[in-house]
Structure formats: structure tokens, C-alpha cells
């Protein structure tokens, strides 16, 4: 816990989260993504007209809502080419190790096997 809790203040977990997010809406597959976002919004419409009636925080409730039904942000983050190259997580699993190598010297405890397991947790 304290080792996450060190990798997220650290920074090191929003530089990632934001690299991630910027490749993605750099690359080609946004198109798709915001397609199929936008198909599932018109269903949702077409299939309740009065929703178009409903104030603006409940129509957005409703269309979220249907939104999270479906596998679309998993598949996006699941289809991520950044996650598989090796320098990004030779990168993370760098930070990792610095950041586990502090606590251990404060602890006395070898980072090493912690480093592998948070890093496995990371990258599910």
C-alpha cells in the first residue's frame, strides 16, 4: 500500500496516465472510439424521445449510464500499443524501483520482489 500510495505521489502515475491519454487521442483509433460513443448515445436517444425533454444533468446521467454498459474504454485501454512496448515499461518498472529502493532503505527491506509484484499490479 505505501509503495502505491509513493508511486502516485511521486507524479510518476500521472505523467503515465496523461502519456497514455495523449497517445490515444493522437492516434487513429479515436475516430473509432468516438464513433461507437456516439452510436450508442443515438440508440439511447431514438430508443426514449422524451430523454431529449429532460434537463441537461439528467440526459447526461442517462446517456453516461448507458455508455458504462459497455466494454468500450476497456477495449481502447486494452488495445493501447504504448502498454506493450518495452521502453514504457522498462520506464515504469524503473520508477518502481526507485521508489521501492527508498522505502526499503527506510525499511531495510529488499525492493526488488516488492518491484515485480507492484509492477505486475500496473500493467494487469
Not at 449510464?65 to 477495449?75: A, K, L, M, S
Not at 524503473?94 to 500493467?123: C, D, H, M
Request: glycine content about 4%; proline content about 4%; aromatic content about 8%.
Amino acid at each position: 500500500a505505501e509503495a502505491y500510495s509513493r508511486f502516485k505521489k511521486s507524479g510518476e502515475f500521472d505523467r503515465l496516465r496523461r502519456e497514455l491519454l495523449s497517445q490515444f487521442q493522437h492516434s487513429d483509433r479515436i475516430a473509432a472510439f468516438k464513433s461507437r460513443v456516439e452510436d450508442i448515445a443515438r440508440q439511447r436517444l431514438a430508443s426514449d424521445p422524451k430523454l431529449i425533454h429532460m434537463p441537461h444533468d439528467t440526459i447526461h446521467r442517462e446517456l453516461m449510464g448507458e455508455i458504462d454498459r459497455y466494454p468500450i474504454v476497456e477495449r481502447a485501454v486494452a488495445e493501447a500499443p504504448l502498454l506493450s512496448e518495452a521502453d514504457f515499461i522498462a520506464n515504469i518498472h524503473t520508477s518502481i524501483q526507485r521508489i521501492l529502493g527508498e522505502i526499503s532503505v527506510r525499511k531495510n527491506a529488499g525492493p526488488t520482489q516488492s518491484a515485480n509484484f507492484l509492477f505486475s499490479l500496473l500493467t494487469f
